[in-house]
Each structure stands twice: as C-alpha cells, then as structure tokens.
C-alpha cells in the first residue's frame, strides 16, 4: 500500500523471469495497456490503422479509437474465434499500424500465420492475451508470440487482483517507447484503490455459481453486460493491486488446472453440443448453439435456474453506433453468426459438481422441448 513504486518492480520482475521477456509494465487495466501500446506505437509512426477482429471484446475497439487511430474489422475464424488469417490480407495494407490479435476464452488463435502476414507488410502484431494468461503455444505464453502482448488481471481472469493489467515485450525498442508513455501515467489515488479491493473482495464473494444469482438480480452491476467504454482511466496498477498479485504463480496453477479439467468435464458430458476444442485451460467454455432461437431460450432458462451459463458478446462490432464510421459497407457473417449462436459456461475452481449437474440438465431440457417442438 505504502511502498507502491518496489511492490510493482518485484511483481514485473517475477512475470519477466516467469514469461521470458526482457520488460514487463504493470498498469490499471487491461484496456489501458492496450491503449499504452497503441499509444507508443503511434508516437514512431505514420499508420493509423489497427485490425481487430470483428468479434471481440468491446473494449478493444475503444481502446483503438482512445489511442487516437483508425479501428479496421477483420471478419473471424469460426474454429477458434480469432482473426482470419484467410481474410487478413484483405485488409492490411500501407497504412496498417498494427495488427492486434486476441486469444478468445484462451484459445490459441492462427498466430504463426497472423505473424507472418504482418512480417509481410511492416504491420505490429499486439496479441492480446487478456483471456489467456498462462495458456502456452509451443512452449512459450499466448502473449509472447508477437511483437509485444497485453494481459488482464480483471475479475474473473485466470489471475485477478480485481483489477490491472501487463504489457509484455522482448523489443528493447518497443520497451522504450512503452516506458515514455508509462512515465506519464496518472498514480491512482488510496481513495480510488481502496475501493477497487472492496469490488474485488465482493467478487470473490459471488463469483461461486450457486451464488451467482445475487450479483446478478443487481442491475447496477450490469453482470453479464459487455459496454463499450468512453472512459478508459490510465494509470499504474497501484501498490495494493500488485501485492495482491504476490502469489499469482501458485493461483494460476490452481486456476489452469481446475479451468482443464471443467473444460474436459464440458466437453464429456455436452455432446452433441460441445464444440470441439482441445482441452485446456479455457477462461470460459464456448457453446455454439444451433440458431439463434435456441440460444435465447437456453440463456432464459438459465437466467430463472440462477445459472452461470452466459451470452458471448452480444453483437459483432460492426453493429455498434460507434463502429459506424469505421464499417465501409463491409460484411462479417462469421462474426455476426457467432455473436448469435454462442453461449459460454464457468470453468473456474469454485464449479462444483452440483452446478455442472445443474447445466448440464439445462441443456438437456432445451434438447429435449426443441425435439417435443420438432
């Protein structure tokens, strides 16, 4: 709490040495070490465009449009809900800044095709690895793969402090430029950082399935909601977050082993409804549902059960008043599809057997009165 600036240095010390990185930056949130990257990539250049993909958090396009560039959609990969790397050269071209690659629910997107598409035309590749923190490819951490990679330590991640985030990066160049813009970060006040441990305590509370049904009948939490933000605070992840953090090692061993073995529970005890991706340590287990139909009434029935079952982002960016400006006329079925049909499940440790049983006959009765409607 007191000794913020040393807390932080041991904290990025520990991650540099655990991932493998020469320079690590803890700041406020996730969305801002997005936008701190984007920020000091833009500082060296000219481009202004950045490709998302069309089927994302909504953040990241905020993030984009508050560092000051250009958001590009690239439609999806429906296998692992990444960018298409097919569609990709479609468009990056000249004016391309950056491509910024997400691991959706810890799944490995096409990174290796991705990073060669923007070797070919000078584009960064910023993976964003906020729900895939610990998830390796090859050996080495989802995050590390391309030019620098961004992380999340906000609720319900696979380490969370409550709230946070981390820049990694084994470019010395690219470390500089980060570290110019980090020096300008505002300091959160005690006040501020107080009552983020507060929300964090609470979400401790309440993340347990069983118990899900009191955060969410408050509506002023808006659970389940995804927000484009208009405010994206920027600031260093204070002293108290980073102590929170001091035993991230041990709990994410615990997170990734519970999240592997939920996920082989899903994919066991689903069929035919489980989509087919490996096992592995998945921030939230994807369900691709067979219209959208079928998906609004799976997520009612969840919702009066008081399960954990959720919608994936409601809507693909393109359908967003704030993306308008920056669609072209462009269509992106994948991404429109998928926003339509998935549905994801808790793969945390608090999951008990009680709440897996209580899922699975959720599905079970919605198969069941679709066949009766048939």
């Known amino acids: 709490m007191f000794g913020s600036e040393?807390?932080?240095?041991?904290?990025?010390?520990?991650?540099?040495?655990?991932?493998?990185?020469?320079?690590?930056?803890?700041?406020?949130?996730?969305?801002?070490?997005?936008?701190?990257?984007l920020k000091a990539m833009a500082a060296a250049s000219q481009r202004r465009q950045v490709v998302i993909p069309a089927y994302t958090c909504y953040s990241v396009p905020a993030a984009v449009v508050a560092a000051g560039l250009q958001p590009v959609l690239c439609d999806i990969d429906g296998s692992n809900y990444g960018i298409d790397p097919d569609r990709l050269p479609d468009v990056v071209g000249g004016s391309t800044l950056a491509v910024l690659a997400h691991h959706l629910f810890?799944?490995?997107?096409?990174?290796?095709?991705?990073?060669?598409?923007?070797?070919?035309?000078?584009?960064?590749?910023?993976?964003?690895a906020a729900q895939a923190m610990g998830v390796t490819l090859n050996g080495r951490w989802l995050g590390t793969h391309g030019d620098v990679g961004t992380f999340s330590f906000g609720r319900g991640k696979n380490v969370t402090a409550g709230h946070g985030g981390m820049i990694a990066t084994d470019s010395d160049r690219m470390a500089a430029a980060i570290d110019r813009q980090v020096r300008r970060l505002d300091r959160v006040t005690m006040l501020r950082a107080m009552g983020k441990l507060a929300q964090g305590a609470a979400m401790v509370a309440m993340i347990r399935p069983s118990l899900y049904w009191i955060p969410s009948a408050?509506?002023?939490?808006?659970?389940?909601?995804?927000?484009?933000?208009?405010?994206?605070?920027?600031g260093r992840l204070t002293g108290m977050h980073a102590g929170l953090l001091h035993t991230w090692r041990e709990r994410l061993r615990v997170s990734c082993r519970a999240r592997t073995a939920n996920v082989a529970e899903w994919m066991a005890r689903l069929q035919p409804c489980a989509t087919a991706h490996e096992a592995g340590p998945h921030l939230r287990y994807p369900v691709l549902m067979r219209d959208?139909?079928?998906?609004?009434?799976?997520?009612r029935v969840s919702r009066a059960r008081g399960l954990g079952i959720s919608r994936g982002y409601p809507a693909a960016l393109d359908a967003l008043p704030q993306m308008r400006p920056f669609v072209e006329g462009r269509d992106y079925p994948v991404a429109r599809d998928v926003a339509a049909r998935l549905v994801t499940l808790p793969t945390h440790h608090f999951v008990t057997e009680r709440d897996r049983a209580a899922i699975v006959s959720c599905f079970a009765d919605i198969a069941a009165a679709e066949t009766v409607a048939a």
């Open 6 to 37: 040393a807390a932080l240095q041991s904290i990025e010390a520990d991650f540099r040495r655990a991932i493998g990185v020469r320079h690590v930056f803890l700041v406020s949130s996730g969305t801002a070490a997005l936008v701190v990257v």
């Open 106 to 128: 810890g799944l490995p997107c096409a990174i290796g095709r991705i990073a060669d598409i923007c070797a070919a035309t000078g584009a960064a590749l910023v993976e964003d």
């Open 218 to 234: 408050m509506p002023w939490l808006e659970l389940g909601k995804t927000i484009y933000p208009t405010d994206i605070p920027l």
């Open 292 to 299: 959208a139909a079928e998906c609004d009434r799976l997520l």
